[in-house]
């Protein structure tokens, strides 16, 4: 069992920066996949990014490249989604996922067994 707590969400202005925390308890996240996924007000949870569990490769939605990072230290058990270049478009709460071994590019939710309980990002414009 993996528990996962997201962190560093929050109001931005647009063009702005963001950096959010997935932090794992209980267990080691170092042989998980994690993903963050995302969802806007009224609509479904979409896919944002991953990194595989070796660190070795990540995974980004078209809307979120080149302006998105997603990074882990697997010392601090954490890992890392920085967001530069905020639209008020990527108003959402973010939540991040965690998939046992994932090597491969998993974007969707059923791809992960644990879930954080989300952080709000809210864009203005």
């Known amino acids: 069992q993996v528990t996962l707590e997201e962190s560093g969400g929050g109001r931005v202005q647009a063009g702005g920066s963001l950096r959010l925390s997935c932090t794992a308890s209980?267990?080691?996240?170092?042989?998980?996949?994690v993903g963050w996924f995302r969802q806007p007000p009224g609509e479904e949870r979409e896919f944002a990014a991953e990194?595989?569990?070796?660190?070795?490769?990540?995974y980004y939605a078209d809307s979120v490249e080149g302006r998105f990072t997603i990074s882990r230290d697997n010392a601090k058990n954490t890992v890392y989604l920085q967001m530069n270049n905020l639209k008020p478009e990527d108003t959402a709460v973010y939540y991040c996922?965690?998939?046992?071994?994932?090597?491969?590019?998993?974007?969707?939710?059923?791809?992960?067994?644990?879930w954080g309980q989300g952080t709000q990002v809210t864009v203005s414009s």
């Open positions: 996922a965690a998939a046992p071994y994932g090597l491969g590019y998993r974007p969707k939710v059923t791809d992960y067994s644990y």
């Open positions: 209980a267990r080691s996240l170092g042989t998980y996949a």
């Open positions: 990194i595989n569990w070796t660190g070795s490769n990540t």
